[in-house]
């Protein structure tokens, strides 16, 4: 048989057909995935094989194929720094949810989390949520955001889970796909979920005043369908988002406007750093590139992994 995997808790898999049956699911014995070295070999979005099996009179399935992957996305495992967490698989669509506070989203955060998706091919569109509750200066720090990303190319919305602002335009943009909402804890992905598919009921938690911090209500990765045609994968909250198995050289070619600029360097092999007559760099000078994303060039290829690994919060 073969079917979607719906929600994975570590040892079970829940598995649905395409008639819409589901079956609680294993692996058998070792399963390792070729070239990936993941804490999780199957991951929720994952089109698995599987055989049923019955163990005192109950019955279960037994996972023994993966298919191919369109893509998937990936973050470091926490505890082993070696290896990948896969967060979903065979995605259509990642809609990055950006609060300016109540938490704050960095821009270093923001530029790693694109430069990953672009990496493993997925499309991403950024919701600048909460929008309601900002006072006039905010809103124009969410205008600046909105305008340097839709000057690269990406689409950038305002939403408000409350007022249900944009909230039809984003199920626009989902019916026929697989989804996934991503972001800090706190920035009101299960709130906006629930605002879009209210029987989903997705349990929410209030903001931690102690250190402005979400909570982590999600713990596990899972599926669901929606009434409008669309699938949705909920993801648990990110505080950091790694950019794995990348070499220096290639991290230029997944920010659209370095990768345009390059072809305008003096050297092919320009990390655009020190380098003379670099494209890069001259755009920097005059304001044709924007400096955060220039800065969070500098902080992938000089490997600072530390400023995103810890909380915000505690740095400011």
Known sequence: M?????????????????????????????????????????????????????????????????????????????NLSKQTHIISANIDLVFLMITINNPPTLTSFIDRFLVTANAYSIKTVLLFNKIDTYDEETLNEVKYLAHIYRKIGYECIGVSAVTGKNVDKVKALMQGKVSVFSGHSGVGKSTLINTIEPSLNIKTKEISTQHNQGQHTTTFAEMFDLSFGAKIIDTPGIKGFGVVDMDKEEVGDYFPEIFKLKQDCKFNNCLHTQEPDCAVKKALDNDELAFSRYRSYLQIIEGEDEHYRTDVWDKE
């Open 2 to 78: 073969t079917g979607r995997v719906y929600k994975s808790t570590g040892s079970w898999y829940t598995v649905k057909t395409e008639l819409g049956d589901t079956y609680q699911c294993r692996i058998k014995g070792k399963f390792r995935l070729k070239g990936i070295k993941s804490t999780n070999p199957i991951a929720v979005g994952d089109i698995v094989d599987f055989e049923l099996e019955t163990d005192q009179n109950q019955e279960s399935g037994v996972i023994y194929n993966i298919h191919d992957r369109t893509n998937y996305i990936v973050r470091k495992s926490v």
